[in-house]
């Protein structure tokens, strides 16, 4: 017995040099690819959807460690519309931060990499002329000529990534002060954007585009133009980020958990200045967050995560209204409400979400599951994405063809 033990939840010394020896394999062909010269066709794609300006399709981001690679983001697929919140809502490690950072093509290599799939992302890009320079847009200055392309940022170059980066997808992470330089003013963290993304910028155009941003996420910028970060407030520092997000003015803005370290009263605001500059910019956002409040609050469309995987999908009128996935019904009921009493303890989901290294092959919540058929079908394989109306869909053999049929 203690023989089973020892190599059911231990791995031998041997296991680990053979691990090792298949990952560093693997990272070293991907740092090659991602480093890789090549022309622009190898990374131009085509939208499925031309309403989309985000698509996300069957995306694997991945950690290789000593233990085995994990699984973070395990074949996702979602897509952003254009002028719209999309949501992603799921518990702490279900994959909703990696599948941004992998959109930002901020994972850390080379342990993490994207191994497969594509992100689609519409981009609006300079016309360059023959030399190589924007064609500047006749009887305006500082502004030039535009057109739309597709690109797939799963197979950009790394050196052609500041392409998106920051210009057209731009990213306000959950915790402001470490988000922030400390060693500099905010007006030169600000400056910064406009002097990286806009040709021909210079000190005074940053500056008053900075003081712009400032003004419209409601900071009076004489008081803080020249500040340095620990001089604000929480609340005054995410208001800077966002303002720095929107410098570049992005087609797609990522908003990873924004008001996680903020008091409510704060958060409202901050939700409100989003809202508010959604409509302004003409743009889309991606919220990540955990808090449900949030999603209803801000969402058009929301997407469900679990174990690395997307369990359901739809309007946020479905998912708050109709939700069919067991995990998103467990979310539902584990949210406090003004109607509990003293008496009545808050529901949990039972269970842990398994080990990310050795994921089952069946449907990954099933060990958790109150409503887990008894037919067999949860212990086969995992469940396809099942469609019950035009915009809803959910990955469950509750809902199988089969199912539905009978």
């Given amino acids: 017995m203690a023989k089973e033990k020892t190599s059911k939840n231990y791995l031998s010394g041997k296991e680990i040099r053979a691990i090792s020896k298949a990952n560093a394999k693997e990272m070293k062909r991907l740092e090659a690819y991602k480093k890789r010269r090549c022309d622009e066709s190898e990374f131009l794609s085509q939208m499925k959807n031309n309403q989309n300006i985000l698509e996300i399709d069957d995306?694997?981001?991945?950690?290789?460690?000593?233990?085995g690679v994990v699984k973070a983001v395990n074949g996702v697929s979602y897509d952003v519309p254009k002028n719209a919140v999309v949501?992603?809502?799921g518990e702490s490690g279900c994959g909703k931060s990696v599948t941004s950072m992998s959109v930002m093509r901020l994972i850390q290599g080379p342990t993490g990499q994207i191994v497969d799939g594509s992100i689609r992302f519409k981009s609006k890009e300079y016309k360059l002329d023959s030399k190589g320079k924007p064609i500047p847009k006749a009887g305006t200055e500082g502004?030039?000529?535009?057109?739309?392309?597709?690109?797939?940022?799963?197979?950009?170059?790394?050196?052609?990534i500041h392409r998106i980066r920051g210009k057209q997808v731009a990213m306000i992470f959950q915790e402001p002060?470490?988000?922030?330089?400390?060693?500099?003013?905010?007006?030169?963290?600000?400056?910064?954007?406009?002097l990286l993304h806009v040709p021909g910028a210079t000190k005074e155009m940053a500056r008053a585009k900075s003081e712009e941003m400032l003004r419209l996420v409601g900071i009076i910028p004489e008081n803080v133009y020249k500040a340095f970060p620990h001089?604000?407030?929480?609340?005054?520092?995410?208001?800077?980020?966002?303002?720095?997000?929107l410098a570049a003015e992005p087609?797609?803005?990522?908003?990873?958990?924004?008001?996680?370290?903020?008091?409510?009263?704060?958060?409202?605001?901050?939700?409100?200045?989003?809202?508010d500059i959604k409509?302004?910019?003409?743009?889309?956002?991606l919220l990540i967050t955990h808090d449900l409040g949030v999603i209803a609050e801000m969402a058009d469309y929301v997407v469900v995560m679990y174990a690395g995987k997307v369990i359901e999908k739809g309007t946020v009128y479905e998912i708050f209204q109709d939700p069919r996935h067991p995990y998103t019904i467990g979310l539902q009921k584990s949210k406090p409400t003004m109607k509990l009493d003293d008496s009545t303890e808050l529901y949990n989901i039972p269970g842990n979400v398994p080990n990310p290294i050795n994921m089952p092959s069946h449907c990954y919540f099933k060990e958790r599951c109150a409503m887990c058929a008894q037919n067999g079908k949860c212990s086969g394989d995992y469940?396809?994405?099942?469609?019950?109306?035009?915009?809803?869909?959910v990955a469950c053999h509750l809902y199988d063809e089969e199912n539905n049929n009978g």
């Fill in 383 to 393: 469940p396809n994405m099942v469609q019950v109306s035009p915009t809803h869909f």
């Fill in 231 to 245: 001089e604000l407030s929480g609340g005054m520092r995410q208001r800077v980020m966002i303002a720095m997000a």
């Fill in 59 to 67: 995306l694997h981001t991945f950690f290789f460690t000593e233990q």
């Fill in 143 to 160: 502004e030039y000529e535009t057109e739309e392309k597709v690109y797939d940022i799963a197979k950009m170059p790394t050196r052609e």
């Fill in 177 to 194: 002060m470490t988000s922030l330089n400390p060693v500099f003013t905010i007006g030169q963290q600000l400056d910064e954007v406009t």
């Fill in 87 to 89: 949501g992603v809502v």
């Fill in 279 to 285: 409509n302004k910019i003409d743009g889309s956002i």
């Fill in 251 to 275: 087609r797609l803005i990522i908003a990873d958990e924004p008001t996680t370290a903020l008091d409510v009263t704060i958060q409202a605001q901050i939700l409100d200045l989003l809202q």
